[in-house]
């Protein structure tokens, strides 16, 4: 019996140094100023709000995975089951995809001269998609709107027509399971001292299942979706049939 894992953690390396609150508007005010326009903020007034976007969609996220493998045999036959388990949760608030897996590998000596054998695998996945975009929004949008008002509604600016990231993962529902399934049968004649006949054969196929669910809701005027609506589909994953028959060299017998 054999194992091997590990766990641990992933996290974003070479932040992006966000704006502070103070910083954004004096660059917005010179900003307006070289477009002569009139300043969008008292510097002597701003409010208490300082958000980090980008800490506020991003964390750590934890991963794990984990393999067992058991072999042995007997003179006719020999075997390898193995079962293995990934989950990796990422940086990106809500995204998450877990794994399992299973393989299966057995050779038969049917006779001294005649083997028969396969490799089978299957495995399970199950994703949660969050948009990339979320990003875009967290360097776009001001550090003086809160992810948050004081009556716990989703924050947002009249100056911009940027969405609120955090409230775009929040509302984001993309789910994709997936089944495979692999497997590859083969057999071996050694017809002479120097020379065998090989066969094999392979398949591959699966199906994979996304749904998408968008609820109702309202940010703001430009980040709103008023009708609810769900959509699901299948792809099937499927591989013609590979079939091989050869004749190759046996292994020489050094005398």
Do not use: C
């Not at 393999?67 to 809500?94: D, P, R």
């Amino acid at each position: 019996v054999n194992y091997d894992g590990y766990i641990g953690v992933r996290t974003l390396t070479n932040r992006v140094r966000m704006a502070d609150a103070r910083l954004f508007a004096q660059y917005s005010n010179e900003a307006a100023q070289y477009d002569n326009q009139p300043l969008p903020y008292d510097l002597n007034g701003l409010p208490a709000n300082n958000t980090d976007w980008l800490s506020a969609i991003t964390g750590t996220g934890f991963q794990q995975n984990h393999n067992v493998s058991i072999t042995g045999g007997t003179e006719k036959t020999t075997y390898l089951f193995s079962a293995g388990y990934m989950e990796e949760e990422g940086v990106l608030k809500g995204s998450r995809y877990d794994r399992i897996s299973l393989r299966l590998n057995n050779e038969y000596t049917i006779f001294k001269d005649f083997k028969l054998g396969h490799n089978l695998s299957l495995a399970s996945e199950d994703k949660d998609n969050r948009p990339a975009s979320a990003f875009t929004n967290a360097y776009r949008q001001s550090p003086l709107v809160p992810v948050r008002d004081v009556n716990s509604a989703y924050g947002y600016s009249t100056r911009n027509n940027v969405a609120n990231p955090v409230a775009q993962l929040d509302y984001t529902n993309d789910n994709l399971r997936g089944m495979r399934f692999q497997g590859g049968f083969y057999g071996n004649l050694n017809l002479f001292n120097h020379l065998s006949l090989y066969s094999n054969f392979g398949i591959e196929t699966g199906q994979n299942r996304g749904t998408i669910y968008n609820p109702v809701y309202e940010v703001s005027s430009n980040q709103r979706n008023p009708t609810r609506a769900k959509t699901a589909g299948r792809k099937a994953v499927a591989k013609v049939p590979t079939e091989a028959l050869r004749l190759t060299p046996a292994a020489a017998t050094r005398i």
